[in-house]
């Protein structure tokens, strides 16, 4: 008609979303798919180092079942909880654009599945491809809830590197002895940190480096194929170095993006993180069978799992236990080796094609400094006054002095009703409210504050958030995890972030775009987002003890102008609180 005016939407949920629709017009490329599965959570009988316990699990299977999905595809996922526990899932990176109810996070966006009751996921894939997982999201129940999410490109849309011949996902894990939720159930009630894991796992075998340990992960390849390995950190606790004996990786995928691709020899892959690599097999392997394995990275000045999980790339079946213990494990950094783990992050940049273009924000309409780390709180225990933490004091975790406190209720519920009065407040701090030396000498006062704290942002507000280590009861990694978006990494560091001279060397080139980004060991990390998905929004540490200690925050997102920029009102079989 003449004389209307076009809408222009430059968001980057816009251009996904046409780049999407353009995408599946062309000739020759299918239309998307709507993808259903069924998830039965159910308790089944599982034995690892000679413990046989009874164990949460999807379909009765540990891990639980790969999804499959092309980008584009509507996926739809229908829980029954038939465990004596309440249960929510979580589409670990999955940008949920406008389709917050089905995040997953318990009473972030939702309140839990009953025992008893079901609830369906309904979401589509929208501008991501790549490796992504799902995993239970209450409590710690995700050290066996767990699965990969495989984002399949369009029909006809080739991949940026050369195809190869497999596939394999290979789910990093943990396993616990005793029940993990009775794990850090002790602890909060203590104070103390809760007892580590007895072993690493892959796709939850844990291999012949423990005692008692009759499972183990086998790959089998073919002399002179190309195989792409789908890593996904499903660790509760630990960043993990990962290594194949004498064979280098290609990196070309992260958190479901491409990357340009690069060779290692070493990965570090931290809880939350995907990376995609290509393994080429030899053309005459000098040996029948060589150790895939994982070892821990931290910092931490308390304890944890120390060891060292072994899998078998073989070229030829190996016979028997005393064969695969004697595989020579590679080369692995030292557990604290911080430098090792800045080399590799370093190397990580966004394609930064025509095709696949990185659209990061090169100027910012609001910025925020939060730091993150340890802290204490008070004991408030019943027995001689006294707790296992600090000083006798409860361990506590804080973005801006800020322990997040879990509502009772959904708050995206509250959000979409407008009913925010003894649910949340918007006042969560810009900066830590007395500045301090980060990465130096801790202040005396080191208790935190408590509270559900959100920071409101308007519809499409580009967003910059420094994030910076503290030392406060020792300095150490922390992955950081922002539901409902990605985002890129612009710069990071070691020491205290000093936006004079570090903003200056930021990389607004071809950062790297993902979803789970680690804090440096004693410095910092630059992030940069568009907030062009209405809804509320966890962003937390991917250490399940640190999330259970309050090291967490939610951005709150309004509504748009436009009628597809706005939150749709929640399904009819959300579950109530």
Known sequence: MAGTRRLRCLSPACLFLAAAVALLAMPGLAAASTRRYTFNVTMATVTRLCVTKSIPTVNGRFPGPKLVVREGDRLIVQVHNNINSNVTFHWHGVRQLRSGWADGPSYITQCPIRPGQSYAYDFRIVGQRGTLWWHAHFSWLRATLYGPLVILPPRGVPYPFPKPDREVPLMLGEWFNADPEAVIKQALRTGGG??????????????????????????????????????????????????????????????????????????????????????????????????????????????FDNTTAVAALEYAPLQGAAALRSLPPPALPLYNETGAVANFSAKFRSLASARYPARVPRSVDRKFFFAVGLGAAPCRSRVNGTCQGPNGTRFAASMNNVSFTMPRTSLLQAHYQRRYGGVLTANFPTAPPVPFNYTGAPPNNTFVMHGTRVVPLGFNTTVEVVLQDTSILGAESHPLHLHGYDFFVVGQGFGNYDAANDTARYNLVDPVQRNTVSVPTAGWVAIRFVADNPGVWIMHCHLDVHLSWGLAMAWLVNDGPLPNQKLPPPPSDIPKC
């Open 194 to 303: 809760p007892n580590v894991s007895d072993a690493y796992t892959f796709n939850g075998l844990p291999g012949p480096t423990y005692n008692c340990s009759a499972d183990t992960f086998r790959l089998r390849v073919r002399p002179g194929r190309t195989y792409m390995l789908r890593l996904v950190n499903a660790a509760l606790n630990d960043e993990l170095f990962f290594a194949v004996a004498n064979h280098t990786l290609t990196v070309v995928g992260a958190d479901a993006n491409y990357v340009k691709p690069f060779a290692a020899t070493t990965l570090v892959i931290s809880p939350g993180q995907t990376m995609d690599v290509l393994l080429a097999a030899a053309a005459s392997p000098p040996a029948p069978a060589y150790a895939i394995a994982v070892a821990p990275y931290t910092n931490t000045v308390g304890t």
